[in-house]
């Protein structure tokens, strides 16, 4: 885990901006401050997991 949280910190200038754009492709709204719970539409929820992971963000959990 520790390596995970290195990799985000260390790639935070490249990944956020890629982040953002899948955010407001896939119509995802973030709960809060951060990026920790999000809203994203189910027709949505496939394709924006796939494109997140494809940039080394993992997802633990959906309901």
Do not use: R
């Not at 790639?11 to 809060?32: H, R, S, T």
């Not at 809203?39 to 993992?58: P, Q, R, S, W």
């Amino acid at each position: 885990m520790i390596q995970y949280i290195n990799y985000l910190k260390s790639n935070e200038k490249a990944l956020v901006p890629k982040l953002e754009f899948l955010l407001a492709k896939y119509k995802v709204q973030p709960v809060g401050s951060g990026y920790f719970d999000c809203i994203v539409m189910k027709a949505n929820l496939e394709m924006f997991i796939k494109e997140i992971t494809d940039l080394g963000i993992l997802i633990t959990e959906t309901s």
